[in-house]
């Protein structure tokens, strides 16, 4: 169960700017959601959420009811909100549909290649292959600073796709990933072989090698995809 005080020191406070105060705090709580920080099927008390992120009770309800529409929240008769449960279901629907789009991003973006998107690539796996998975001196802890440069590696190898509605499409289903990878970072049968699996990846796709770097891509997926299900399945 969430209560204020979790939420307080795990929560990322909603950054100021032209976002009403209803989309902030929608941005952070989904946030919060896909990284694993408000755990699936725990509860969510409007009051405990109003301190946790510092605002008021209309924006947090408003908030939650584009997060039911979203399907990242639930909401019952008599027992109110609660963060969506995960199921192996949606997990392997959700890996089918990154590969399906990614794998046709990514050729689109072979065949589009540019150097400046060669050199995107280049820098973003360097930035990633520098960054710890891991909080040095722990075996699970994921390293907060390791996440964005992930995202970014994987966003930097389809922008030249050329498609914004793809980049889209691509880009939601990485968020709805988000949770269940990080079921994967908290696994014991977590891997330690990302480095080398990204390098392989970008190596691919530099030398032009689509079928090649579409089946490093998909392995890539399907070996998180394998990681989570073995997690769900085992009985608690």
Same mark, same amino acid.
């Given at each position: 169960?969430?209560n ?10 909603p ?51 584009r997060?039911?529409a ?21 997990w ?21 290649r ?11 796996l ?25 995202? &970014?590696?994987?966003?930097?190898? +389809?922008?030249?796709?050329?498609? $914004?509605?793809? @980049?889209?499409?691509? #880009? *939601?289903?990485? !968020? ?33 090698? &689509?079928?090649k770097?579409?089946? +490093?891509l998909?392995?890539?997926? $399907?070996?998180? @995809?394998?990681?989570? #299900? *073995?997690f769900? !399945?085992k009985?608690?």
């Amino acid at each position: 169960m969430t209560n204020a005080s979790t939420a307080k020191t795990t929560s990322r406070r909603p950054t100021a700017g032209k976002a009403t105060a209803a989309s902030a705090i929608f941005a952070a709580i989904r946030l919060d959601i896909l990284a694993g920080k408000l755990p699936p099927g725990s509860r969510l008390k409007i009051d405990a959420l109003c301190q946790a992120y510092e605002t008021t009770l209309n924006p947090v309800r408003e908030a939650l009811n584009r997060l039911t529409a979203e399907g990242l929240v639930d909401l019952e008769d008599q027992r109110g909100f609660s963060v969506a449960p995960v199921s192996i279901e949606e997990w392997r629907e959700i890996v089918r549909g990154r590969c399906l789009m990614e794998a046709c991003a990514l050729r689109e973006a072979i065949r589009n290649r540019t150097e400046a998107w060669e050199e995107g690539i280049v820098l973003s796996l360097y930035r990633l292959s520098r960054t710890p998975r891991f909080i040095e001196g722990t075996a699970q802890t994921p390293n907060p600073e390791w996440e964005p440069r992930h995202h &970014a590696f994987h966003n930097a190898l +389809l922008t030249a796709c050329n498609s $914004r509605i793809v @980049l889209e499409f691509c #880009e *939601d289903l990485r !968020e709805r990933s988000d949770r269940y990878r990080h079921i994967a970072s908290i696994s014991p049968q977590a891997r330690q072989s990302y480095v080398e699996e990204h390098r392989d990846i970008a190596d691919a796709v530099l030398d032009g090698d &689509a079928d090649k770097a579409v089946e +490093l891509l998909t392995a890539h997926y $399907r070996r998180t @995809l394998a990681v989570v #299900e *073995d997690f769900l !399945e085992k009985p608690s």
